[in-house]
């Protein structure tokens, strides 16, 4: 089918939009590949550092007798979800002899868990962390001795992170290899019980930490599709995983031979090779297209409008908010996962996945299929699935052509909703992002007087002193990218769903973030200019009234106009957010940090 009109109408505006800056980047890229291999450039000293350590690679390294992986690891054991990439090395390294080339760990790179941080100081660091990240990959591949690169990374901050590294070093291929997510726990319904019972006092500390137990409770990424998991369907739809690789659960044999495949590819895909494929030729406007309207038919986390503006800024393209939100308006709702639904990951791979879902948009014009792909030309390779032959290798067959369950994936024609539920909102507050794929008809507007808070803290002593007994609308501001590193408020959630089920009317409206796990209460999010920059949120004052509009896309002060201007935005003590827990660090990046417009970027 051709491609839908609004489809094509915003990849022409971004393309245009982006048209200076996107040639200014390919020239660059275009410039180191003709270079050719960077170890030809280099002196026999620099060649023998290289290759010192090499052990039995290091005739092949140094005298660059095969093509050279550098891999960037973001592997830990704290993590569940990288904990698995502890093996890879090795198995890379097995991968690529096996295949004529040889492969370097290049660097290492933080992976910080906001499971672990949430609610905590550690989470001011967070969405730092991403550009932390993408520099320290950086620093890993500027050594300029290899081919091309494997990235081993699956959270929050990391993917979008190591996507950004890929992008700068954009004349080299790469491919990103997942670890999969961890077998199912308890259902996440139950959890959802569990949390809001504790919130209310109902049960103890040790009751909720064996329910979370419960639910975390394994090598791999988390089950519910939050951040972490919206960015692997990411990689799928944006080309830059093998097909159907995201949702395969760690350490199992399809897993492994998936993983040597990876490598098996990126040989390939050198310049030594005969199907050349530097990242910058992924990584185009079609790319970061049908990546978004991935993120509206899934129903993934708010977090990638932030992230995905980064990463493409790195390969040189301008997105805006409202490229997410027109795309939204024509892209069904296709899948239900928690928190949108009951249903977790590994259930939704199993009732088709990411392949049924890019065919069926595929089938209905709302994805561009000519993109160039670490896997070949055309995102139809895509709804492929992977699975093991005689030998233990991986081969590709037929996908899902059919959801096998309707409450967990459905077709485009029949979705869940017409539309992704993203919505972009403007207006005296100025511009603000919602996602409503949870959120029930009748909470998509919420008029209601405001309380402010200045932190999560105020808002959870209020909520145990039974302070919130009517309608109203909690402003958390001061929660920007330059006020304290724009945490998520995710703890949050708890106990304004309680509210919600007690009848009360409620809203969140916050400079801050939210996760991919912000459920089903109305949420107002990364509002800016932010207060700290004397953005419109700072001029609202405890009482006044409010309207959150998710159909109209309107966030306004219900304020005569002219007070509303004569306002001057208050401002707050934010010396507690500079120190502690490594937040001294971090000074020079709250000071240069750009808004969440334009990715809350530092190193873009």
């Not at 933080?110 to 969405?127: F, I, K, N, R, Y």
């Not at 059919?402 to 459905?410: G, M």
Request: proline share 5%.
């Amino acid at each position: 089918m051709s491609l839908k009109p609004m489809v094509a109408d915003v990849t022409a505006r971004i393309k245009a939009r982006s048209a200076e800056t996107r040639s200014a980047y390919l020239e660059r890229c275009s410039r180191a590949a003709e270079a050719g291999p960077g170890r030809a450039h280099l002196s026999c000293g620099n060649l023998a550092h290289a290759a010192a350590a090499a052990g039995p690679d290091q005739d092949s390294v140094a005298l660059e007798r095969a093509p050279n992986i550098g891999i960037i690891t973001a592997y830990n054991d704290m993590l569940s979800a990288h904990q698995p990439y502890e093996r890879f090395p090795e198995l890379i390294r097995e991968a690529a002899r096996a295949n004529g080339g040889t492969a370097q760990v290049a660097g290492g790179v933080p992976a910080m868990c906001d499971g672990v941080t949430q609610g905590q100081p550690g989470m001011e660091l967070s969405l730092f962390s991403r550009d932390v990240i993408a520099l320290a990959a950086g620093v890993g591949l500027t050594h300029n001795v290899f081919d091309a690169a494997l990235f081993l990374g699956i959270c929050d901050k990391i993917v979008p992170g190591l996507v950004m590294a890929a992008a700068t070093f954009g004349h080299l291929p790469a491919i990103f290899l997942p670890a999969g997510p961890m077998p199912s726990g308890i259902s996440n319904d139950e959890k959802s019980v569990i949390r809001n019972k504790f919130a209310t006092g109902e049960i103890g500390r040790e009751e909720l930490l064996r329910s979370e137990m419960a639910a975390y409770h394994g090598p791999g990424t988390c089950t519910f599709y939050g951040t972490a998991n919206t960015n692997q369907m990411l990689m799928e739809f944006m080309g830059l995983h093998l097909p159907g690789s995201s949702f395969v659960n760690p350490n199992t044999p399809l897993r492994d031979a998936l993983t040597r495949a990876g490598v098996k590819r990126a040989l390939e895909i050198t310049a030594r090779g005969n199907e050349f494929t530097p990242v910058s030729e992924v990584l185009d406007e079609r790319a970061f297209v049908n990546g978004i309207v991935g993120l509206n038919a899934t129903g993934g986390s708010t977090n990638l409008l932030i992230h995905l503006i980064a990463m493409a800024r790195a390969a040189g393209i301008v997105l805006a908010w409202e490229d997410f939100s027109d795309l939204s308006q024509v892209t069904p709702l296709m899948a239900r996962v928690y928190p949108n639904g009951l249903a977790d990951v590994n259930h939704f791979h199993a009732a088709g996945g990411l392949g049924y879902i890019i065919g069926d948009l595929l089938s209905e014009g709302l994805l561009h299929d000519d993109t160039r792909t670490v896997a070949g030309i055309g995102l139809a390779r895509y709804t492929q699935e992977p699975k093991l032959d005689a030998n233990g290798e991986v081969r590709w067959e037929e996908g899902a052509k059919e959801s096998l369950n309707d409450r967990i994936v459905r077709p485009a024609a029949d979705p869940f909703a017409p539309t992704g539920g993203l919505r972009l909102l403007r207006g005296s507050l100025g511009s603000a992002c919602i996602k409503i794929s949870a959120v029930k008809e009748e909470r998509h507007i919420i008029e209601a007087p405001v309380r402010i808070f200045h932190d999560q803290e105020a808002v959870k002593t209020a909520f145990r002193a039974g302070e919130f007994t009517s309608d109203f609308i909690c402003v958390v501001r001061f929660q920007g990218p330059k006020a304290n590193g724009m945490p998520e408020l995710h703890s949050l959630t708890p106990m304004l769903s309680v509210l919600q089920e007690r009848g009360l009317k409620v809203a969140l409206v916050t400079d801050g973030r939210m996760s991919g796990a912000s459920g089903k209460v109305p949420a107002a999010i990364h509002v800016s200019p932010e207060a700290t920059d004397g953005g419109p949120i700072a001029r609202l004052r405890e009482g006044d009234m409010l309207r959150l509009d998710a159909v109209a896309g309107t966030l306004d002060a219900l304020v005569d106009p002219a007070e509303w201007e004569a306002r001057t935005p208050v401002a707050a003590d934010l010396s507690g957010n500079a120190f502690g827990l490594g937040r001294e660090m971090f000074a020079a990046f709250r000071n240069v940090v750009g808004s969440a417009e334009t990715g809350a970027a530092v190193a873009v």
